[in-house]
């Protein structure tokens, strides 16, 4: 337990400041990482990926709080547009949730290779996304909304890399897309938490410090750390050239795909 406390200050400081300098947010660090560290802890091999998603997931609502203040400072969150997603949002990683406890161990661990490929394609060689000249489909918020909740909670993610192009394929500039996707993220995590936490409160074999299926001494690791360097991410950014830094980030994804693919 101790030992994953102290790994998990270091994962939340390369968590927070991935996140800050390049705009996605940890999950595609902390799933994989938390995944070597609780094999090495011979974990319940069935339930490892899950734990790692759920834990991945709470850490993510305190994170995405903190980026949320400093967008509305800004004013760059389109409230009405977050208020259509949040519902959908919040049903969709509630069901997610419930979906990933029948998936095989397997396949949740082919599904997280198959986003850190893409995400790490899309960063290595990125398609400029030009704001849609059209009037905004709302009316596609709902399903869209279910659709990101429903693959964000199996994943472990806040559903950034998926929600930002949607918005800004349907009307909004990319600093708003980002700044709504960033409060988007909140009932993701909220809702997928909190459903993985109810889920495994019956679970027999999880590990002492656990809350459900939420391990609390990685937790408690990510969160202290990464709620620093995330802010000091964001600084940085615009001081190094982050077009190269996300090539070499994209190549990190890809090593850590390999790694779980092997």
């Known amino acids: 337990m101790t030992e994953i406390f102290l790994a998990s200050l ?11 300098l390049f705009g996605i947010g940890g999950g595609a660090l902390i799933v994989p990482v938390l995944v070597w560290l609780f094999q090495a802890q011979e974990f319940n091999t069935e339930q490892i990926m899950l734990i790692a998603v759920a834990t991945s997931l709470a850490t993510a609502i305190f994170t995405s709080v903190a980026s949320v203040r400093t967008h509305h400072k800004l004013g760059n969150i389109d409230w009405r547009r977050a208020r259509h997603l949040a519902p959908s949002m919040l049903l969709g990683a509630g069901g997610g949730a419930v979906l990933a406890e ?5 396949l949740l661990r082919w599904f997280f290779v198959a986003y850190l490929l893409y995400t790490s394609v899309q960063m290595a060689m990125p398609k400029p996304i030009k704001a849609s000249s059209h009037p905004a489909r709302s009316f596609l918020d709902y399903p869209m909304g279910l659709l990101i909740g429903v693959l ?8 950034g890399t998926m ?5 800004v ?20 995590a909220l809702s997928a938490a909190t459903s993985y936490a109810i889920l495994g409160w019956q679970e027999d074999q999880l590990p002492a410090g656990s809350l459900g299926y939420l391990y609390l001494p990685a937790f408690a690791g990510i969160v202290l750390t990464s709620i620093f360097t995330a802010p000091l991410g964001a600084k940085l950014a615009h001081r190094l050239p982050a077009q190269k830094l996300k090539r070499y980030f994209a190549i990190v994804l890809l090593a850590l795909a390999l790694k779980m693919a092997w």
Not at 152 to 159: H, K, P, V, Y
Not at 163 to 167: A, F, G, H, K, N
Not at 169 to 188: D, E, F, H, Q, R
């Open 102 to 106: 029948y998936i095989s161990a397997d």
């Open 10 to 20: 270091l994962l939340g400081i390369l968590a927070g400041l991935s996140a800050g």
């Open 152 to 159: 964000s909670a199996i994943l472990g993610i806040g559903g």
């Open 169 to 188: 394929n349907n009307g909004l500039i990319m600093k708003n897309a980002v700044a709504t996707s960033s409060t988007c993220a909140i009932p993701i």
């Open 163 to 167: 929600t930002v192009p949607y918005l």
